[in-house]
T-cell receptor, first 114, second 115 residues
Framework: KAGVTQTPRYLIKTRGQQVTLSCSPISGHRSVSWYQQTPGQGLQFLFE???????NKGNFPGRFSGRQFSNSRSEMNVSTLELGDSALYLC?????????????FGPGTRLTVL | AQSVAQPEDQVNVAEGNPLTVKCTYS??????LFWYVQYPNRGLQFLLK??????LVKGSYGFEAEFNKSQTSFHLKKPSALVSDSALYFC?????????????FGKGTRLSVIA
């Protein structure tokens, strides 16, 4: 099976712009989670989707939004970019609805905001 | 609220020596516990998990972890470290009792294995 794929891998934007990141989960996986990774804060949870429904949301401002499509692919959007949004954004998928299922991570999208 | 602590930012060990990466957790119910590893410029890779049952869990690449409920710990161990084990290690927890709560990660421990 192909792993989790994320596009693009690298992105450079300027303050005030918006950005959309894409994630394709492992085939058959219905749960997709997004995380922001920075050197200072570690891994911060953004959202979790299951079967097109947002199941959990982390403590991020409303500029961060996401969605999941019927084929389980997911996108996240960040509007009005700030310098502090520079980070590695990781997507992870898991196979079912159970909390004990491990997550499989994509390689991430490295976002740089100038 | 659930939380994870990895008390060491950095662990250095000589190749061939045993290694331990520490993790303690806090949940209101019983935990699901996970270890992940991240190599440079890569996403996280799953190593092992504890759900229930035997307190000693064996995982990928010769790693194992011991669940200790009284000490609320889930330390990662390997009997003989390799230089290729050098990476960033994350412990994560989910509260079994709280339904669909998100996975909470520790801040990570950088392991450096010296030849």
């Amino acid at each position: 099976k192909a792993g989790v794929t994320q596009t693009p891998r690298y992105l450079i934007k300027t303050r005030g712009q918006q950005v959309t990141l894409s994630c394709s989960p492992i085939s058959g996986h219905r749960s997709v989670s997004w995380y922001q990774q920075t050197p200072g804060q570690g891994l911060q949870f953004l959202f979790e989707y299951f079967s097109e429904t947002q199941r959990n949301k982390g403590n991020f401002p409303g500029r961060f939004s996401g969605r999941q499509f019927s084929n389980s692919r997911s996108e996240m959007n960040v509007s009005t970019l700030e310098l502090g949004d520079s980070a590695l954004y990781l997507c992870a998928s898991s196979s079912g609805d159970s909390s004990y299922n491990e997550q499989f991570f994509g390689p991430g999208t490295r976002l740089t905001v100038l | 609220a659930q939380s994870v602590a990895q008390p060491e930012d950095q662990v250095n060990v000589a190749e061939g020596n045993p290694l331990t990466v520490k993790c303690t957790y806090s949940v209101s119910g019983n935990p699901y516990l996970f270890w992940y590893v991240q190599y440079p410029n890569r996403g996280l890779q799953f190593l092992l998990k504890y759900i229930t049952g035997d307190n000693l869990v064996k995982g990928s690449y010769g790693f194992e972890a011991e669940f200790n409920k009284s000490q609320t710990s889930f330390h990662l161990k390997k009997p003989s470290a390799l230089v290729s084990d050098s990476a960033l290690y994350f412990c994560a927890v989910r509260d079994m009792r709280s339904g669909n709560t998100p996975l909470v990660f520790g801040k990570g421990t950088r392991l450096s294995v010296i030849a």
